[in-house]
């Protein structure tokens, strides 16, 4: 029996060893008063689009918002579809319906959990107007055949739980025409509430997407479209600068911890029972989430939490089963492969602080489970 609690994530340990230059950093902002865009957010932009080798990269509000407002500038609206996994976040299908477009649902590929290729081609019509890969749980999807699927059709990659992810040595983000990423708390890099970023192959959508972060303004009081308000705070711009010089060592560390988990898998007879995670080959996976397949999963998590073991599940039904989308007629079956995926799917905790006998616990407990 577990001797000791697991968390799922446990960002004091992260907080702790930047807590005084994240003060700073909050300290400058008040003392500057400058609150809504100005120099930290520009400092992050122009940092945020070298780290991703991206032309160009604009602050907002959420990573729902850079999904909303990147749609926005390729002018997805009424009668229109985008195409996009149904193995994903909610928010990837409703920000498209709150555009009036219509989400049209994908299957995954069992190995990456990304978008399928070839499903994705079956998919694609004459009223397409965006392709939305997801690079899920921190790997990339498969770039190469989704950019020659899509064709003419402007691709905007999500890359919420992706940033520092990279196909074939290009970063995510920097493929596809946009790239969303979110800097909710919980992900590679996180500020202190909500943020999100778009980045942009060309100026014409950086001009459009900025125009669109500020109620559609291309000068003061003058409104040529209606855009919303989705500007990044001054005060999480900051934050996230104090912490993008460290996320390739965070990165590392989950990198690790997954090669460690493989291990003690191994060492455990438990590689032939449960499904580990592929690090796909040029699709440098930085385990935003650690994701086994497990038999009995809904047991295997009762188990792990009732010891204080973090353990989630992303995601338990797929989008095109959701109730809110009953309307647009997807049933059981649609997408076969997402639905096996979310009755077996299990994330365990696999942040950069956690300790070689954290992780033993974690394999500990998995491996008294399937022994009773």
Same mark, same amino acid.
């Given at each position: ?10 960002l ?45 990269a ?58 399928? !290729?070839?499903?994705? @081609?079956?998919r694609? &019509?004459? =009223?397409?107007? +965006?392709?939305?890969?997801?690079? *899920? $749980?921190?790997? %990339?999807a ?23 992810a ?22 590679n ?18 001009r ?5 972060r ?17 500007r ?12 993008? !010089?460290?996320?390739? @060592?965070?990165?590392? &560390?989950? =990198?690790?911890? +997954?090669?460690?988990?493989r291990? *003690? $898998?191994?060492? %455990? ?7 580990l ?96």
């Amino acid at each position: 029996v577990a001797s000791m609690p697991v968390p799922l994530l446990y960002l004091t340990r992260q907080y702790q060893a930047l807590s005084e230059e994240i003060r700073q950093a909050i300290d400058r902002v008040c003392d500057s008063q400058r609150f809504i865009l100005g120099a930290e957010v520009e400092g992050f932009e122009r940092e945020a689009s070298t780290a991703l080798d991206a032309n160009h990269a604009v602050g907002v509000t959420s990573g729902t918002d850079a999904l909303l407002v990147a749609l926005m500038a390729l002018g997805v609206g009424r009668g229109d579809e985008v195409v996009l996994p149904t193995f994903t976040f909610f928010a990837t299908a409703g920000v498209v319906i709150r555009l009036g477009a219509t989400p049209v649902f994908v299957d995954i590929d069992p190995v990456d959990y990304c978008m399928d !290729p070839r499903d994705l @081609r079956a998919r694609i &019509g004459d =009223r397409t107007r +965006a392709v939305i890969p997801v690079h *899920l $749980f921190g790997q %990339a999807a498969a770039m190469d055949e989704i950019m020659e699927a899509a064709g003419d059709v402007p691709v905007l990659e999500d890359c919420a739980q992706a940033w520092g992810a990279s196909f074939n040595g290009r970063q995510v983000g920097s493929i596809g025409a946009m790239g969303a990423f979110s800097f909710f708390p919980s992900k590679n890099l996180g500020c202190f509430g909500d943020g999100g970023l778009v980045t942009a192959a060309d100026s014409e959508l950086d001009r459009s997407l900025r125009e669109l972060r500020v109620h559609g303004q291309s000068g003061p009081y003058q409104h040529l479209v209606v855009g919303g308000n989705f500007r990044i705070d001054a005060l999480q711009a900051a934050i996230l600068r104090v912490k993008l !010089p460290h996320v390739g @060592r965070w990165v590392e &560390g989950r =990198r690790a911890n +997954a090669e460690r988990y493989r291990g *003690l $898998f191994t060492n %455990a007879g438990l590689e032939h029972i449960v499904g580990l995670p592929a690090a796909v080959a040029g699709r440098g996976h930085t385990f935003n989430q650690y994701v086994i397949r497990a038999p009995r999963r809904d047991e295997l998590r009762a188990y792990l939490n009732d010891l204080g073991i973090g353990a989630a599940i992303y995601y338990p039904l797929p989008l095109h089963l959701q109730p809110c989308f009953e309307a647009l007629g997807y049933g059981e079956g649609d997408c076969p492969v997402a639905e096996q995926a979310s009755r077996e799917v299990l994330a365990l905790p696999v942040f950069p602080e956690l300790s070689e006998s954290e992780l033993e616990e974690v394999v500990n407990a998995i491996e008294e489970f399937y022994a009773i």
